[in-house]
């Protein structure tokens, strides 16, 4: 076997990295059979080739039986050949069976060119600062596989290829954040993508059933972070209005129909200004802190008060707002009011008993409210991310028997109670708290801070806000999910849990990573088209037209481009360079004996001087000034190697106490020794 | 430094005599994609498409990454030509069907590392490069130092070849372009003709005098010593003298003694085309000089007077080289 490995062309050991690496990233996503594919038609090529002349290594009925296995395996596993994902499914297949017939140069580097291809691919899924440093270690394999392909006579080894490979890249980067920062972007998409493009995001969605929130609970992923302008408001005031569900068919919850505006805000007290930076959702609404007093560039209110967008978000997007928490939302639509009262007909009997059991006692609006909220408080409810399954009824089997929800069991229990008893309410989902980032001081709200509340319409205050959750776990509400569910912190590990210095020092470290985080994707991957004519605003180009971006991105390219050219071209003479430092090195040596050079001393002179300093020392420092003036003086390139072993070399012994007292008084005067 | 100085340098370090260094000119460096390197640009565009479509950053930098990486290529492919010095010593002349062995110094003490570049003869028509004469040559440098090489160019005729135009060309590092320079020699390289035929050597020629007719003698007389001179027998150098350390000494013999034979045009036979001749004369010259003969040459327009030695035989031969060459001057 290993004369087999032996035997394998470096070339092809090279590709193959390449491509490998650049697979890798896939095979956690895509089903193991691919991936397994893909490597097996590597090996065959790397342990079974073997040169036949006048014979191919693949018969073209073998390569058509591969084709045809590749294509229906995709067809069978995804039922179809387009999209993201079977698309890159297929192309990674096919790049294995391109990898296996690499013959002649042409498929070598059609083969590497599918597989830089496949690199970007996986930026569809993961654009992390991790999976960026990937790309440039998987771009460096693949410049060294270009480099393996010319260099012709083999004459260098792997660790040179690397070498050259790793300066190309440094060299690209200036040029890379030219071209980054200044190629003119276009508002993308300039077509319809594949429907599963954006597909897995998890989020709060525009139906609500129970366990819809409380599977978010367990993710830690960001839904959105904020930078407020001035103070953060306090966690009781921080809900965050996603979609508003006013309709339901006994299980499942929806929003209303789109419906004409019949709501009147009225607002007092100071607002608060803020940006937010929401993640991708897929969907077509925006969040923002009850209640903003205008919807943000590029979205409208919807009736019910929910920032709709034109098209679903789907890149990280930023938003200006202002907000005031002390808000009254007036309704005059009557035929609105009428609807949220409507309860679906043969279901929640027990709990549309109770509800009109207490109207009956007489009660008005408040106390009703009061008496449902009394219930979760007094009774014996309680607050859990891990509800029993509700398999009957789910309102009824939740209130009077199960007893054990998450915020979207009480806030649809609540709904129905409150529209048995006669009171307009809806649910409102979206998100509560936050936690505040101690090292760049954004608002980072994660999905576990999903959250479902309700609005109750009262006549003096109209559309009013009520927390069921916060009547049985109040913690929530107050201080976020952490201080309500210990045990519901799964992202921290078992051993940390009990150890308060190492909870704090993780604490921190992930506060850390995450502000690192935040600045990649307000940086880097936020910077669009409506980025970068903020930034080149903020540059004076002020406003600008495609043209005159064009024409300055050449013109800095060409002004880095001169200095990489001006940098290599000045490399030849680095040996003068080098030299000197080489011969800086040996001054240092003797200064340490007390020998110093003064600044006005020629090597020869400075010779001259330290020989008769110290007569045992002679030859070396001949043979080293020598050397020194014949490769900077002299052009002697070839030299330079043997100085730098005689520098090296040089390894003087101090002999005489006198020596050592005049270098210990110069060097407590000063650490530096002028040459 | 200007590029005088360099080649004056040459023979000194490497010990190669002085006569004849012909230097190539510093030639302009020509670049342009290979069909690689536009595949590569029609990749870069699809991913920009890409980037675009799914307004990806990440996506946007690894276009650009490899774009800013074909223009360093770019670079570094024509950094590998660029300060090259390539000068050719004067080419020993060799047999015709022999190959010619081009010498070329490639003087790269004020570059770094070239890698794979390539050598080969360039003529200026289509048709004649395909049948090229030659085998292109490809080789490494090493930085700050001179290396030699040869270029081995096929030959068939007799007569004098110009290699011409020599190109020399590189795609290292990434294969996406190619950089080429010309390199235009007027050497003029000597082809003897192939030694061959069946005549022996006429040494009972009509020109020999009975006392030229003898057999050579080993027991010339002495006449004393000269300083050697490139072109005189290494068999008669005084090599007790060099070893005493003393310059290279030649021993002088009186020729009294020793055969002589004028090869003659006509000697070869009536039926013998031109080449046949030139052939036959050029054997006869080979002969002569191995078995010690003094040889003189005569063939129409041109005549070399009798005498011996390494210089003479190249006379010799190098007349008949440019037999029907009558405008040509070396």
């Known amino acids: 076997m290993r004369a087999r490995f032996a035997a394998i062309s470096p070339r092809y050991l090279w590709l193959f990295t390449g491509i490998g690496l650049a697979v890798l990233p896939h095979s956690a996503r895509i089903p193991v059979w691919i991936t397994l594919g893909f490597f097996l038609l590597c090996l065959w090529k790397l342990l079974f080739e073997r040169p036949r002349p006048g014979l191919r290594f693949l018969g073209r009925l073998v390569k058509l039986a591969i084709a045809v296995l590749i294509v229906s395996g995709t067809l069978i596993t995804y039922g179809t050949l387009v999209g993201r994902d079977a698309g890159i499914a297929l192309l990674i297949l096919l790049l294995g069976m391109k990898f296996l017939e690499t013959g002649n140069q042409r498929d070598y580097y059609i083969t590497s060119y599918i597989g830089m291809f496949l690199l970007l691919t996986n930026f569809l899924y993961s654009q992390s ?458 001054c240092a040596k003797l200064a340490r004996l007390g020998i110093y050079r003064a600044a006005n001393e020629g090597p020869m002179d400075f010779a001259a001087r330290a020989q008769n300093r110290r007569r045992d020392l002679t030859v070396a420092i001949n043979t080293i000034t020598r050397l020194y003036i014949d490769v900077r003086y002299g052009d002697r390139v070839e030299q330079l190697e043997s100085l730098k072993r005689q520098v090296r070399n040089f390894k003087p012994a101090r002999v005489n106490a006198a020596d050592e007292a005049l270098f210990r008084a110069k060097h407590s005067g000063r650490n530096m020794v002028s040459r | 430094m200007s590029q005088l100085t360099v080649l004056e340098k040459l023979p000194t370090i490497h010990g190669l005599v002085s006569a004849g260094i012909d230097a190539y000119q510093r030639q302009r460096i020509y670049i342009l994609p290979t069909r690689y390197g536009l595949f590569f640009a029609g990749l870069l565009l699809v991913m920009l498409t890409g980037a675009i479509n799914y307004t990806n950053s990440m996506a946007y930098i690894l276009t650009f990454l490899l774009g800013s990486l074909m223009l360093v290529g770019m670079l570094h492919t024509w950094q590998n030509l660029r300060g090259l010095l390539i000068s050719t010593p004067v080419v020993r002349p060799v047999f015709a069907g022999a190959a010619l062995h081009l010498p070329l110094l490639l003087d790269n003490r004020a570059g770094l590392q070239r890698i794979a570049l390539t050598l080969e003869l360039w003529s200026r028509r289509k048709e004649q490069r395909r049948g090229s004469a030659g085998e292109p040559l490809t080789i490494n440098l090493k930085p700050g130092a001179i290396t030699q090489a040869q270029l081995l160019v096929k030959t068939s005729k007799r007569g004098y070849l110009r290699p011409g135009r020599l190109r020399i060309r590189s795609r290292f590092p990434l294969g996406l372009f190619l950089a080429w320079s010309y390199l235009e020699s007027d050497q003029v390289c000597i082809i003897y003709p192939q030694p061959a035929g069946s005549r022996e050597l006429p040494v009972y020629s009509e020109y020999a005098t009975d006392e030229q007719q003898g057999k050579k003698s080993g027991t010339d007389d002495f006449t004393g010593f000269k300083p050697y001179r490139h072109g005189d027998s290494i068999r008669s150098i005084d090599w007790k003298a060099f070893a005493r350390q003393q310059p290279l000494q030649v021993k002088r013999f009186s020729g009294s003694g020793s055969s002589k034979l004028m090869l003659s045009w006509n000697l070869c036979g009536p039926g013998a085309d031109v080449e046949q001749r030139l052939s036959q004369l050029c054997l006869w010259a080979l002969h002569a000089e191995r078995d010690g003969y003094h040889y003189g040459l005569e063939i129409p327009g041109g005549r070399i007077e009798s005498g011996r030695g390494e210089a003479h035989l190249q006379q010799c031969l190098t007349l008949l080289a440019g037999y029907g060459y009558a405008d040509e001057s070396l």
């Open chain 1, 129 to 586: 600062i991790p999976a960026a440093l990937y790309m440039f270690i998987v771009v460096l394999v693949f410049v060294g596989t270009l480099i393996a392909e010319n260099d012709v006579t083999d004459c260098l080894p792997v660790r040179r290829r690397l070498t050259i490979a790793g300066a190309m890249l440094l060299q690209a980067l200036p040029l890379m954040l030219v071209l980054f920062v200044l190629f003119p972007r276009l508002p993308g998409p300039l077509w319809g993508l594949p429907r599963d493009a954006h597909a897995g995001r998890s989020g709060i969605d525009d139906e609500m059933e129970p366990g819809s929130i409380s599977r978010l609970i367990l993710s830690n992923e960001i839904a959105f972070r904020v930078e407020f302008a001035g103070m953060i408001p306090e966690p009781r005031n921080r809900y965050w209005r996603g979609p508003v569900l006013g309709q339901t068919d006994g299980v499942k919850w929806f929003p209303d129909k789109p419906r004409p505006f019949t709501a009147d805000v009225a607002v007092t007290g100071e607002p608060v200004a803020y940006t937010v930076t929401l993640e991708p959702t897929d969907q077509s609404w925006l969040y923002g802190l009850e209640l903003p007093a205008q919807p943000p560039e590029g979205g409208l209110f919807a009736a019910d008060l929910l920032i709709k967008t034109a098209a679903p978000v789907r890149s990280r997007r930023r938003y200006s707002l202002s907000s005031y928490t002390d808000f009254k939302i007036i309704e005059r639509g009557v035929e609105v009011l009428a609807a949220a009262r409507q309860l679906p007909v043969g279901y929640h009997g027990r709990a549309v008993a109770l509800g009109q059991s207490w109207r009956e006692q007489g009660l008005n609006e408040r106390q009703l409210i009061n008496t449902a909220l009394r219930l979760f408080n007094e009774q014996e409810f309680y607050y859990t991310t891990t509800p029993p399954p509700l398999l009957q009824d789910t309102v009824d089997q939740f209130l009077f028997e199960t007893r054990r929800g998450f915020c979207e069991h009480y806030a649809t229990a609540f709904t129905v109670l409150m529209r048995a008893a006669g009171i307009p309410a809806r649910i409102i989902t979206g998100y509560q708290g936050g936690t505040v980032n101690p090292f760049d001081g954004y608002l980072v709200v994660r999905q576990r801070d999903a959250h479902a509340w309700v609005e109750v319409w009262l006549e003096d205050s109209g559309w009013t806000r009520v927390d069921p959750t916060a009547a049985v776990a109040p913690a929530r509400i107050l201080g976020g999910m952490e201080n309500a569910l210990p045990e519901g912190l799964v992202e921290i590990p078992l051993g940390l849990r009990n150890n308060e210095t190492a909870l704090t020092i993780w604490l921190r470290l992930r506060d850390s990573v995450d502000a690192v985080n935040n600045r990649w994707n307000q940086w880097i991957l936020s910077y669009d088209d409506r980025q970068q004519r903020l930034l080149l605003g903020h540059l004076g180009l002020g406003d600008f037209d495609l043209r005159a971006l064009g024409v300055t991105l050449v013109l800095v390219l060409l002004l880095v481009f001169t200095g990489i050219y001006l940098w290599l071209f000045k490399r030849p003479i680095v040996h003068k360079n080098a030299a000197r430092s080489l011969y800086d090195q040996f």
